[in-house]
């Protein structure tokens, strides 16, 4: 490929990497606290949903960005009423919330748009439009660093840049602030963190709103910037692919961004190789190349799960001994 085509699939990963980045660092805090959080797909479901649908009625992205935040909230907070307050089991009521969303959605689409279960489509202020940044129709003539700055770092979403932003900001809020520490430990031994007189369940419950709040953005992120409204089962598995990135990132915040655009990476990459032809084998099939980041979700699950050190205290409900 020139250069050219490079740019492109570079300012495709990108694109495509910010919703993983978003819901892999919600899982970060949550599971960080020892909350374990296989329900981002449903988070991220239900805020694309409620973002789109008040976007649509009342034709503002910030609104809907408002709204989505508020929804996957709600489900993060539900999550943490069954784990935390009612010990309850946390993969269990993870997947609980995630049949929730796919039907939800799908309910609640139908009832109010009569559209299959889609929102009407998205424009104008309706939709994150993407920001130019200064001096990029300046320098795209400039070989290389021009277009890189032009089209891969400018013309890119208000969420995108925040996505990004988030990455330091994590590293900071858990390891250089009292409040990062006592998560971290939090999820390592409860008890400790119970005999200094913090109290485990709003160190947890924290976390868990933190979660919330993060894939309400990634879920917004999907129908009200990347596309043009909300479409059935939109998510298409983003949230267990930033699990896997999570995992595979050993729950650090640096790696995860990484790993979440290498599957963003292999994404746009798929998009550009259908049709490609390889000697002695033919034609790729479309459908194999589509599947490129699910089977590397599997291949990574099965090589890094057990090298990678989750938290200790992870999924294990937390009883104050008296």
């Known amino acids: 490929m020139d250069l050219g085509a490079w740019i492109n699939v570079l300012d495709s990963t990108i694109r495509l990497s910010t919703p993983l980045l978003f819901a892999a660092l919600a899982g970060l805090y949550s599971e960080r606290a020892g909350i374990f959080d296989i329900s981002l797909e449903g988070k991220m479901l239900i805020a694309a ?26 489900f993060s907070l539900v999550h943490g009423l069954a784990s935390i307050t009612y010990r309850g089991n946390q993969i269990v009521s993870g997947v609980a919330l995630n049949f929730i969303a796919a039907g939800l959605t799908i309910i609640l689409g139908q009832a109010w748009f009569a559209q299959g279960g889609r929102t009407p489509s998205l424009t104008g202020d309706g939709r994150f439009a993407s920001i130019t940044l200064p001096g990029a129709e300046a320098i795209a003539d400039v070989p290389v660093i021009g277009p890189i700055y032009a089209v891969i770092v400018s013309g890119q979403t208000l969420l995108v840049y925040v996505a990004f932003l988030m990455v330091p900001v994590t ?8 409040f990062g520490l006592r998560l971290r430990a939090v999820g390592e031994n409860p008890a400790a963190v119970d005999t200094a007189g913090i109290s485990v369940t709003w160190l947890r419950y924290r976390a868990v709103i933190i979660c919330g709040i993060l894939t309400g953005f990634a879920g917004t ?54 049709g490609f032809s390889l000697p002695l084998i033919g034609e790729i099939p479309a459908q194999f190349v589509q599947a490129l980041p699910y089977i590397l979700t599997v291949v990574l699950l099965a090589g890094f799960v057990g090298k990678a050190t989750p938290p200790k205290a992870g999924g294990i409900p937390y009883v104050k001994e008296r």
Do not use: E, H
């Open 221 to 274: 992120y999907l129908s009200v910037a990347q596309a043009a409204g909300f479409t059935r089962d939109m998510t298409a598995g983003k949230g267990y692919i930033a699990l896997a990135a999570l995992i595979f990132a050993n729950w650090k915040p640096m790696p995860v961004m990484f790993a979440c655009l290498l599957f963003g990476f292999l994404d746009a990459s798929s998009i550009r190789i259908q």
């Open 49 to 74: 949903f409620a973002s789109a649908a008040a976007a649509a009625v009342w034709g503002s992205a910030l609104l809907g960005l408002l709204v989505g935040v508020l929804a996957a909230t709600a």
């Open 171 to 178: 590293w900071w809020v858990l390891f250089r602030t009292r």
